[in-house]
């Protein structure tokens, strides 16, 4: 059975690039008929905080990218972690190290200033022939993974090909600190390997870690997953998008009025192609989903194509859902909804021009609160040719039956009996009713707010 991972550290929100990864991981499960795992990276203690947690959860929870097993925790799997490091050193693959940071670091500096690459000398890794002094009194060691000196580590990649990587490249990776935690690459390894991970699809920020948890895992005797490597993301300024540019939290596209599915069509584009489709359901892209298709350059980010896709989808959504989504919106402003107007009514007849939810509420506030129409928009548009007309279709509401039929009918009547053209009387309208220029048909409009405000809003005409 195919089984898959998204392995994010909660040091920050989940952003878009991650949840690109999320999704791609979650679709090839559901394609092959396996598993999604939700792993959660906190061995980090000095980075990690609840509320990163939180915020992944709430970001996978609001795209719908629902985990099979999990969430797991790395810090709940301390005893897994250590009960291998015993097995390793037991078995010769991993040792202890005495040497002191600061003398790393003192080494490190002079093979920079010899030209040299920065690396760990080996001067505790045992050897054939080779005598290791005697522990220091009163030093912790750390613990080393003892890496293949020769030879190369080498993978298919199912994005970018086949990578091979010269062990002699790779010193011996610290699998453990010398106050005992274990460090992210060795508990990567653990985690893939006791979770039955299948193939890891990743961004292409991991590929340098591959070589060395490869090399571990071959260490251990288990088979070594499969891996898909992500190209970047790039934002719509043509930069990497990463948490500290660009990349904004993905709820953050929930506060910005995108609806999920949107965003998950977004996304799936994002690197990934099924011929000339752009717009799909969920349920069509696991059936698409493969490899074979991502691409290994970089995909760039399209804030106007997001925009395009999210007014596909408030066209095509049931006015009731959006107005329960559209309705907290207006409560956290101080705009309390009422049962007349419908909001779903008021959003049925906007959503055709908006494109995304806070455009929605922006629309369905001037129906619920009192406003107050622009200074300059009553002197365009209130002019003194359109007040008799005005004068005409207000005494003429009380007459008529209450549905844009009928409404526009007046419209017409009041226009035609002073010679003017049907603009000159539906801008003063728009304006008055909704201190906008621009709404949906003034007919509708009209229709949509109860009798007496209409008479009340045009009664400013004087």
Not at 111 to 131: I, S, V
């Amino acid at each position: 059975m195919i089984r898959t991972r998204f392995a994010p550290s909660p040091t920050g929100f989940l952003h878009i690039g991650g949840a690109r990864t999320a999704l791609f991981s979650w679709a090839y499960a559901r394609r092959h008929g396996g598993r999604f795992i939700l792993r959660i990276e906190d061995s980090d203690l000095a980075r990690s905080t609840p509320a990163a947690v939180q915020a992944i959860l709430d970001g996978m929870g609001w795209l719908g990218l629902t985990h099979d097993e999990g969430p797991f925790y790395q810090t709940q799997r301390m005893a897994a972690y250590r009960s291998v490091i015993a097995e390793m050193l037991a078995a010769g693959s991993a040792y202890h190290c005495y040497l002191a940071p600061e003398e790393l670091d003192r080494l490190r500096d002079e093979q920079r200033a010899q030209g040299l690459k920065p690396r760990y000398n080996g001067a505790w890794r045992p050897e054939a022939g080779k005598t290791l002094p005697a522990p220091p009194p009163g030093v912790r060691p750390v613990v080393r993974f003892r890496n293949p000196s020769d030879g190369v580590v080498a993978w298919d990649d199912l994005v970018k090909g086949r990578i091979e990587i010269a062990n002699a490249e790779l010193d011996d990776l610290i699998i453990a600190r010398a106050d005992g935690t274990p460090t992210y690459n060795f508990c990567v390894v653990v985690d893939d390997r006791d979770m039955g991970i299948t193939h890891v699809i990743r961004g292409d920020d991991h590929v340098n870690n591959t070589p060395r948890q490869i090399n571990i895992l071959r260490a251990l005797g288990v088979a070594v997953p499969l891996y898909a490597h992500l190209s970047m993301i790039l934002g719509d300024d043509g930069q990497k998008l990463s948490k500290r540019h660009g990349a904004v939290s993905v709820m953050q596209y929930d506060e910005h009025g995108y609806l999920p599915e949107a965003v998950l069509n977004y996304l799936a584009r994002l690197g990934w192609s099924h011929g000339d489709d752009e717009i799909f359901s969920m349920e069509q892209f696991c059936e698409w989903f493969d490899l074979d298709h991502i691409t290994p350059s970089a995909a760039q980010f399209n804030t106007e194509k997001l925009d395009w896709l999210n007014a596909h989808y408030l066209k095509r959504a049931e006015p009731a859902r959006l107005a329960a989504l559209v309705q907290p919106r207006l409560e956290a402003r101080g705009v309390a909804v009422t049962a007349v107007p419908s909001l779903a009514a008021i959003i049925a007849l906007y959503r055709e021009r908006a494109s995304n939810l806070n455009q929605l509420a922006d629309a369905a506030e001037a129906f619920y609160i009192e406003i107050t129409p622009p200074a300059e928009l009553l002197a365009r548009h209130l002019t003194t040719e359109a007040r008799p007309a005005l004068a005409d279709f207000v005494a003429g509401l009380t007459e008529i039956d209450w549905e844009p039929a009928a409404v526009g009918a007046l419209i017409r009547q009041s226009v035609a009996a002073h010679g003017l053209k049907m603009p000159r009387l539906a801008m003063p309208l728009r304006v008055l009713l909704t201190g906008r220029e621009q709404t949906p048909s003034v007919d509708a409009l009209v229709a949509l707010f109860p009798r007496e405000t209409v008479r009340k809003r045009l009664s400013l005409a004087g």
